[in-house]
Structures are given as C-alpha cells and as structure tokens.
Nanobody, 128 residues
Framework: QVQLAESGGGSVQAGGSLRLSCTTAGNTFRNKCMAWFRQAPGKDREGVAATYTGGGTTYYSDSVRGRFTIALDNAESTIVLQMNSLKPEDTAMYYC?????????????????????WGQGTQVTVST
C-alpha cells in the first residue's frame, strides 16, 4: 500500500479557511481514486470529497459543496483539500484515503469500505 500522511489541520474561527494536504513518500497518486473523509467524536466516518486523479472528476458531499475543493498538485504527489467558509460542524478528524479508480463513482466514493489505504488523520477544529 501507498503510505499516506495528512497535514494542515488546526484551529480556526467560523468563516475561516484551512488547507489540508495528503502526501506520499514514494509513489504518486496517478490514476487512483483519492478521497477525504472526516469523523467527529461519537459519529460515523463520512466521505467529504473525492477525485479520480486520471481524469479530474470530483465528488463532494452536500454539506461541503461550494465551500471545499479537492485537487491534485502538478507533481501528482499531493492531494489538497481547500476548506473555505468553515463552520463549527466541520470540526472532525480528517483522513486521506486511496483506492482503485473504479470506486470513483456515484454510490461508491463516499463509502468507507471502498478504501483500503488510509492516513493517520489531521484534526480540524472550528470555533464559533
């Protein structure tokens, strides 16, 4: 498996922005389905955004659409989640995940069991 590492989390006031990054020490993210999930204490892990790195197709949950953007950098070694207009309900541990390109489809990208490769997470806290 590709070793994933998240960074960029922190504490921010409501309405602020954060930029999360998911990196790999070796292989690139080329031709993979890459996703960001989040999990708040006592709640299930939920899919936030995903992208097929071979075609650029993106997917977003209804709760973040228009506020978050997922992208692959030019070197294809970093997956970025740009988070704007943050709300207190965005507070969670955010995880990067990778799977085969076939899972970047409606009904599959947002399912936790579609992914077998996970990072350790980065904490995002949004205060009122």
């Amino acid at each position: 498996q590709v070793q994933l590492a998240e960074s960029g989390g922190g504490s921010v006031q409501a309405g602020g922005s954060l930029r999360l990054s998911c990196t790999t020490a070796g292989n690139t993210f080329r031709n993979k389905c890459m996703a960001w999930f989040r999990q708040a204490p006592g709640k299930d892990r939920e899919g936030v955004a995903a992208t097929y790195t071979g075609g650029g197709t993106t997917y977003y949950s209804d709760s973040v659409r228009g506020r978050f953007t997922i992208a692959l950098d030019n070197a294809e070694s970093t997956i970025v989640l740009q988070m704007n207009s943050l709300k207190p309900e965005d507070t969670a541990m955010y995880y990067c995940a990778a799977t085969a390109r076939t899972y970047c489809r409606d009904g599959y990208w947002r399912e936790e069991f579609s992914y077998g490769n996970w990072g350790q997470g980065t904490q995002v806290t949004v205060s009122t």
